[in-house]
């Protein structure tokens, strides 16, 4: 068992994988990035399967597995196995929903940067389709 002052493998890459995020968001955050490189970004991190997003989603799965088992041996309670159940299967329909517009923000990616027309304004409250 490690020293407690020790961090381990799951700590330095925790970190690790924390600070790329934190970088990835502070790129997306630039006031001068092009509408292009942010939609494709977007595009890319929505992806259910390659993306951020949906990666995000497997490695909590995983996690909900290794607290069944710890739960089923005791070692947890079983309201934390089932909470990150609930959070799993709520990620994944957001990335469901979210799954729906990653081809506009494709589309988007690829438009040209000084385009003839400029693009028109839309109102902010949609109504969403059932």
């Known amino acids: 068992m490690p020293h407690p002052d020790q961090k381990t493998y799951a700590d330095v890459f925790t970190d690790e994988v ?3 995020i934190v970088l990835f968001t502070e790129y ?3 006031p001068d990035l092009p509408p292009q490189a942010a939609a494709q970004a977007l ?3 929505l992806d259910p399967h390659e993306g951020v997003l949906g990666r ?3 490695l909590l799965s995983t996690g909900s597995v290794h607290a069944k088992t710890q739960a089923e041996r005791g070692a947890l309670p079983a309201e934390v196995w089932l909470a990150l159940g609930r959070a799993v299967n709520d990620l994944d329909a957001i990335c469901g929903d979210l799954d729906e517009h990653r081809d506009i923000l494709r589309h988007v990616a690829t438009q040209p940067a000084a ?3 400029p693009p028109v304004p839309a109102p902010l409250v949609v109504r ?3």
């Open 43 to 45: 595009a890319r991190i």
């Open 18 to 20: 924390g600070r790329r």
């Open 56 to 58: 995000v989603v497997g």
């Open 28 to 30: 997306l955050a630039q």
């Open 128 to 130: 969403r389709r059932r």
């Open 115 to 117: 385009s003839a027309k």
